[in-house]
C-alpha cells in the first residue's frame, strides 16, 4: 500500500482519451514539485471511447492513479461528487481532465493552502478557444447566480478549486442529488480565497456540455440555492391583481362617459391568454422543484461504481 496522500487529485472524465496521458503527465510533473505524496483519482463517468481502459493502464503503472469507474454516465457534477468521496488527502482539488483547468496552477493553489486558506478557487481571467455563444451564456449565467442567490459565488470560476480535508469532509455530508459544486464550497463557508489563471483552449477533443446539459445544470444551480423562481409567480400575481382592481373604476366610468368603449373581445382574450401563459409558467417552475424533491425523495444512490479503491472509512 502506498502511503496516505497529502494532496488528491478529482478529474472527471467523459470520453477524454485524447487528452488522458498529457493531463496525466502535466499533473505528475506538477505534484512532484511539491515533494509530497499525491494520488490522482480519474473518475469514469461512463466513457465510451475506450478511456476507461486507458485509466486502468495509468493505474497499472503507476499506483497514484486511482480509477473508479461508474457503471454509466451520471454527469459531471457527480462524478466530482464520486472523487470527493473516495480522496484520502489532506487536500482534495478539482480539476477537468480536458486541460483546460492548467495543472500547473495547483501549486498556486497549495501555496494559498499552505497560507491557511481551506478553500481556494480560480478564477478565469481570460478564457482562450470558447465560442461566443459558451462566453455569453457563462456571462449571463454567473450574473444571474450571483443576483438570484443568497451565496455569493465568485464571478467567472468553475469547479478548478482546493478544499482542504474539513470543508471535503462537510461536503461529503451534503447528498443532494441536484447539486452545484461550486455554490456548495462557498455555502459552507471557511477561509476562501482565488487565484488568477488563464483558462485554456481544450486539449483534445470537443465540449461534453451541450446546451441541452449547460440548460440543466444551470437549473439545478438556481433550484439548488435560490427560491426567486417561486416566488417570481406572487410578484406577477400582485402585479396583475392590484392592475385589474384599479382598472375595473376605470372601466366602469369609460363605459358610462363613451358608450362606444370595449365593444370588442380581442382586449379581453388577449389578458387571459396572457394570465394562463403566466400560470403555465408558474406552474412549470412548481414542476421543477417538486421534481427535485420527488428525485431526493427517492433516495437512490447519487452514482453507482462498476470499480473502484476501497473507500475511506
Ligand atoms: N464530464 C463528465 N461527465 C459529463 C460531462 C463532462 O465527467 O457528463 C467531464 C469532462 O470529461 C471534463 C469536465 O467534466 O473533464 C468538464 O466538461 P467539459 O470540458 O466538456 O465542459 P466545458 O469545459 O466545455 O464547460
Ligand atoms: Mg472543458
Same mark, same amino acid.
Do not use: C
Given at each position: ?51 476507461? /481502459? =486507458? !485509466?486502468?493502464?495509468?493505474?497499472? %503503472?503507476?499506483?497514484? *492513479?486511482?480509477? #473508479?469507474?461508474?457503471? +454509466? ?34 501549486? /498556486? =493553489? !497549495?501555496?494559498?493552502?499552505?497560507? %491557511?486558506?481551506?478553500? *481556494?478557487?480560480? #478564477?478565469?481571467?481570460? +478564457? ?53 459544486? +461550486? ?131
Amino acid at each position: 500500500m502506498t502511503q496516505t496522500p497529502v494532496f488528491s487529485i478529482v478529474a472527471p472524465i467523459y470520453n477524454e482519451i485524447g487528452n488522458l496521458p498529457e493531463f496525466y503527465r502535466r499533473v505528475k510533473v506538477s505534484l512532484e514539485q511539491t515533494s509530497e505524496a499525491w494520488e490522482l483519482l480519474l473518475v469514469d463517468d461512463g466513457s465510451t471511447d475506450g478511456s476507461t /481502459d =486507458m !485509466i486502468r493502464e495509468l493505474a497499472a %503503472g503507476d499506483p497514484r *492513479v486511482k480509477p #473508479v469507474i461508474f457503471a +454509466r454516465n451520471f454527469g459531471h457534477q457527480l462524478a466530482v461528487t464520486a472523487g470527493l468521496d473516495y480522496a484520502r488527502g489532506q487536500a482534495v482539488v478539482i480539476i477537468d481532465s480536458d486541460l483546460q483547468d492548467p495543472p500547473e496552477v495547483i501549486l /498556486d =493553489m !497549495i501555496a494559498k493552502w499552505r497560507e %491557511g486558506y481551506e478553500v *481556494v478557487y480560480a #478564477v478565469r481571467s481570460e +478564457r482562450e478557444g470558447e465560442t461566443w455563444f459558451k462566453l455569453f451564456t457563462a456571462s449571463v449565467f454567473y450574473r444571474l447566480i450571483y443576483r438570484i442567490t443568497d451565496v455569493d459565488i465568485p464571478m467567472d470560476t468553475g469547479d478548478f478549486r482546493l478544499l482542504d480535508r474539513k470543508v471535503a469532509d462537510v461536503m461529503r455530508q451534503m447528498r443532494e442529488r441536484h447539486r452545484f459544486l +461550486r455554490g456548495m464550497s462557498v455555502w459552507v463557508g471557511f477561509k476562501q480565497t482565488g487565484v488568477q489563471y488563464k483558462r485554456a483552449a481544450r486539449f483534445s477533443g470537443s465540449t461534453k456540455y451541450p446546451f441541452k446539459k449547460m440548460l440543466r445544470f444551470a437549473s439545478d444551480a438556481i433550484t439548488s440555492f435560490s427560491y426567486f423562481p417561486l416566488q417570481v409567480a406572487t410578484y406577477i400575481g400582485f402585479i396583475a391583481a392590484g392592475g385589474s382592481i384599479l382598472a375595473i373604476p376605470v372601466v366602469i366610468l369609460l363605459r358610462v362617459l363613451v358608450s362606444k368603449a370595449f365593444l370588442g373581445q380581442a382586449s379581453t382574450l388577449i389578458a387571459v391568454l396572457f394570465l394562463g401563459g403566466v400560470q403555465l409558467i408558474s406552474l412549470g417552475i412548481l414542476g421543477e422543484y417538486i421534481g427535485r424533491l420527488y428525485d431526493e425523495a427517492k433516495g437512490r444512490p447519487l452514482y453507482i461504481v462498476r470499480e473502484a479503491p476501497p473507500k475511506p472509512e
